[in-house]
């Protein structure tokens, strides 16, 4: 871990384009009691059979947070109503604020663990987002000035009128117990509800028309890009635009990051509850990429899209890792990906093909880095040096471990690997954690950036 860190210290990184403030709730059984008393558990559970795939009023979101409960499993919504966003705050002290959107956590975690440059650029720079970045001098905004790229620290490069973009997430913890009529639940595992703010002014995922032409000059002052916030798109927008326009200008600056230098992209992919509008970006974005980070519901919605249901089918029903392991081949050739990183709760995967020029023992290492980190950052809250890794090395590979191995060298057995490399890691799993936001993003972030540390190595 230490060998990594020290190369860190030596990358530049961009990142771009989600950043928001995270307004997060710890909930607790009275919370939840409250919500059922006053929406009425039949109405709570005619509208989970409805599975409302947008927030418009609260029971659309008491509904997809119960049955988020029930699962265990963290879930993203999309809220798209400015009254039903006034009644959370109205409803819900939040617990705490903190930086949130997948740039927002990256770029503080990046810079904490000493990065030599990290660039984190979003089209909506409010101040109170700004001071939420970590004050260190590696962590910068790019600005052009006088024609001129400048890099600045966010704090001195917010815009006064900029909009604040706010998500609510709900913390939940494993074995809290509630009643919804006469059924009684237990939470299953820890998790998280997030209730994504989709209002139209955050939805243009661009690089402002200034910055643009000095892309090419990013890209050939950095080691990578992680790119992520497409989930945000809509498909129509009432200036009279739609997602085919903005998805033109996300492909633009992919080719201009990668000008002047062959940079790898990562994508971070996030639920897309829109099935035309997944495709869209799958199509568009995906092939132009070197990596993608998803996790295995994720898997199954593209799966879908890209016209094999069945299979998609049984990952959502089984959950079963030779299902995951064949869908992520799939991906990787029909999407012409260099790499597919795939983060579960019980286990992380790296698909590549066979001439990938690092080996699978370093695959798995790159791996190790991430659940590490993850680890990490839920037995703290936040990873604020690199130090704080210690504390993830001392957290156990979760008890399934074996299973998932054993099971994961079955699936080998059954299919064709010749032309992959294919490894897989049990998670360092903390079975009390602080907080379960942004750990896909450390994971995806810790293993990405170990990935080009070791390709570098290897040049």
Not at 22 to 38: C, G, P
Not at 391 to 419: C, D, H, I, Q, W
């Given at each position: 871990m230490m060998e990594f860190i020290k190369d860190f210290q030596r990358m530049n990184i961009y990142l771009a384009y989600?950043?928001?403030?995270?307004?997060?709730?710890?909930?607790?059984?009275?919370?939840?009691?409250?919500?059922?008393?006053?929406?009425?558990a039949e109405n709570i559970k005619k509208r989970i059979d409805e599975y409302p795939r947008e927030i418009n009023e609260p029971l659309d979101f008491v509904a997809r947070l119960i049955h988020a409960l029930k699962t265990g499993k963290p879930q993203a919504v999309p809220l798209v109503s400015v009254e039903t966003d006034r009644w959370f705050d109205s409803r819900f002290k939040y617990d705490s604020e903190r930086i949130g959107g997948q740039v927002g956590v990256i770029a503080?975690?990046?810079?904490?663990?000493?990065?030599?440059?990290?660039?984190?650029?979003?089209?909506?720079?409010?101040?109170?987002?700004?001071?939420?970045?970590?004050?260190?001098?590696?962590?910068?905004?790019?600005?052009?000035?006088e024609g001129k790229l400048v890099l600045k620290k966010p704090v001195e490069a917010y815009r006064e009128n900029d909009p604040v973009k706010i998500n609510r997430i709900f913390e939940f913890r494993a074995g809290t117990r509630f009643k919804l009529g006469n059924e009684t639940i237990e939470v299953p595992y820890s998790g998280r509800f997030i209730v994504a703010s989709r209002f139209e002014e955050f939805a243009r995922i661009e690089t402002s028309p200034e910055?643009?032409?000095?892309?090419?000059?990013?890209?050939?002052?950095?080691?990578?890009?992680?790119?992520?916030?497409?989930?945000?798109?809509?498909?129509?927008?009432?200036?009279?635009?739609?997602?085919?326009?903005?998805?033109?200008?996300a492909k633009e600056d992919i080719k201009l990051l990668k000008k002047k230098k062959d940079i790898k992209i990562h994508v971070e992919f996030a639920s897309i509850q829109d099935r035309e509008l997944r495709k869209k970006v799958i199509y568009n974005i995906f092939p132009l990429v070197d990596s993608v980070g998803m996790d295995e519901a994720e898997i199954a919605h593209i799966l879908s899209v890209l016209g094999y249901r069945e299979l998609s089918d049984r990952i959502f029903t089984y959950n079963r890792i030779e299902d995951a392991v064949l869908g992520a081949k799939i991906l990787l050739d029909e999407l012409n990906l260099e790499i597919l990183q795939v983060h579960t709760i019980y286990y992380l995967m790296y698909i590549t093909h066979s001439?990938?020029?690092?080996?699978?023992?370093?695959?798995?290492?790159?791996?190790?880095?991430?659940t590490t980190l993850a680890a990490a950052r839920a037995s703290l809250g936040d990873i604020k040096r690199p130090?704080?890794?210690?504390?993830?090395?001392?957290?156990?590979?979760?008890?399934?471990?074996?299973?998932?191995?054993?099971?994961?060298?079955?699936?080998?057995?059954?299919?064709?690997?010749?032309?992959?490399?294919i490894v897989i890691i049990p998670t360092r799993l903390v079975k009390n954690p602080v907080s379960t936001?942004?750990?896909?993003?450390?994971?995806?972030?810790?293993?990405?950036?170990?990935?080009?540390?070791?390709?570098?190595r290897k040049e």
């Open positions: 989600n950043v928001n403030v995270d307004a997060i709730v710890y909930l607790n059984e009275k919370h939840i009691e409250n919500l059922i008393k006053e929406f009425g503080n975690l990046l810079a904490n663990l000493d990065f030599n440059k990290v660039i984190a650029y979003s089209p909506y720079l409010g101040k109170k987002q700004a001071e939420m970045f970590v004050n260190k001098d590696n962590l910068l905004y790019p600005v052009v000035e910055l643009k032409p000095h892309l090419p000059e990013i890209g050939e002052m950095v080691d990578g890009a992680i790119l992520s916030g497409y989930q945000g798109l809509r498909k129509y927008y009432s200036d009279g635009k739609d997602a085919n326009y903005y998805l033109r200008k001439d990938n020029p690092l080996s699978e023992e370093e695959l798995m290492k790159s791996l190790e880095v991430g130090e704080d890794i210690k504390v993830g090395l001392s957290v156990p590979f979760n008890e399934k471990g074996e299973y998932v191995k054993l099971r994961f060298e079955e699936a080998k057995a059954k299919m064709r690997t010749r032309e992959y490399k936001v942004g750990l896909g993003d450390t994971i995806s972030a810790g293993a990405f950036a170990s990935y080009l540390s070791m390709l570098r």
